[in-house]
Nanobody
């Protein structure tokens, strides 16, 4: 059984930084494309960032491009998300997601991912 556990959320002032982490267990981490999504109150879950199996390719939503950085450590089965220059509109529950794939393709839609974590709250005050 594949499990994803996020950590690192919290309260931060606008302009500050947070580093989220996702630990994956129970599967073969190296075959997963990994993604981060977020969901604000009253809104749909939206794509934030993704990284392919080899870590050679990444993709970001326009709203976080240049401020957030996704990476992965295939030896520790972790996927950090470094978030800098945070804004109040970044406030949301952040979810880690995994999709097993035989290719190095990136995925940006919620239905394309098989496994999800429980989420971690990020609150950015103005």
């Amino acid at each position: 059984q594949v499990q994803l556990v996020e950590s690192g959320g919290g309260l931060v002032q606008a302009g500050g930084s947070l580093r989220l982490s996702c630990v994956v267990s129970g599967g073969i981490f190296s075959i997963y494309t990994m993604g981060w999504f977020r969901q604000a109150p009253g809104k749909e879950r939206e794509f934030v960032a993704a990284i392919n199996r080899s870590a050679r390719r990444t993709n970001y939503s326009d709203s976080v491009k240049g401020r957030f950085t996704i990476s992965r450590d295939n030896t520790k089965n972790t996927v950090p998300l470094q978030m800098d220059s945070l804004r109040p509109e970044d406030t949301a529950v952040y979810y880690c997601a995994a999709r097993g794939t035989v290719t190095d393709q990136l995925y940006g839609r919620t239905y394309e991912y098989n496994y999800w974590g429980q989420g971690t709250q990020v609150t950015v005050s103005s």
